[in-house]
């Protein structure tokens, strides 16, 4: 069975400082995993993806994950917030033979100026 | 392209009433997958369906049904609706499963009263 632990329902950060939002997954078969971005009274929209190769994956909007199958973890990092991040955050991580997304619970990304 | 569409984006419904959901992939994705969003339980799997075939199912009773048309367009029906039916239905869009990444619709909020 798969499942995504998002440690950390709120973080709060100031403008232009790091964002960390951090996810491991557990998985019996190599994962795909995601990173979505839900705006309020919206869907979710993609920011990143890994599925094979390189692990370092970049995304839109300056965001950026790791995958470290050591730690089976994939935690989400954009060198310096801006306000428009203010949104929440889920990781998700999918069976490569499936649709089928399983999500974190979601972290609520603050950014104050 | 467009994207994912659905209707309506907002339903008030009275418990023991059914309801049923509208998704438009996007041009060309054959495959739909429809998720519950609420507080408590976060973003969960529904089911999948891919060239008219439900491919996968999530753990929810019999109440919650879907079907997809030749043109991928897909409906999603709830009945009997009870208090906790009370959420976000996203739906998802990919070009074919296994997918790299789903595109997701903005939701229909619904409220049983």
């Known amino acids: 069975a798969q499942s995504v632990t998002q440690l950390g329902s709120h973080v709060s950060v100031s403008e232009g400082a790091l964002v960390l939002l951090r996810c491991n997954y557990s998985?019996?078969?190599?994962?795909?995993l995601f990173w979505y971005v839900q705006y309020p009274n919206q869907g979710l929209q993609l920011l990143l993806k890994?599925?094979?190769?390189?692990?370092l994956v970049k995304g839109i909007n300056g965001f950026e994950a790791e995958f470290k199958k050591s730690e089976t973890s994939f935690h989400l990092t954009k060198p310096s917030a801006h306000m428009s991040d203010a949104a929440e955050y889920f990781c998700?991580?999918?069976?490569?033979?499936?649709?089928?997304?399983?999500f974190g619970a979601g972290t609520r990304l603050a950014v104050h100026p | 392209k467009a994207g994912v569409t659905q209707t309506p984006r907002y339903l008030i419904k009275t418990r023991g009433q059914q309801v049923t959901l509208s998704c438009s992939p996007i041009?060309?994705?054959?495959?739909v997958s429809w998720y519950q969003q609420t507080p408590g339980q976060g973003l969960q799997f529904l089911f999948e369906?891919?060239?008219?075939?439900?491919?996968n199912k999530g753990n929810f009773p019999g109440r919650f049904s879907g079907r997809q048309f030749s043109n991928s367009r897909s409906e999603m029906n709830v009945s009997t609706l009870e208090l906790g039916d009370s959420a976000l239905y996203l739906c998802?869009?990919?070009?074919?499963?296994?997918?790299?990444?789903?595109?997701f619709g903005p939701g229909t909020r619904l409220t049983v009263t």
């Open positions: 998985s019996s078969v190599p994962p795909y």
């Open positions: 041009s060309g994705h054959r495959s």
């Open positions: 998700a991580v999918s069976d490569p033979k499936s649709n089928k997304l399983i």
């Open positions: 369906y891919f060239s008219e075939t439900q491919r």
């Open positions: 998802a869009s990919s070009p074919y499963p296994p997918a790299y990444e789903q595109y």
């Open positions: 890994y599925t094979t190769g390189a692990t």
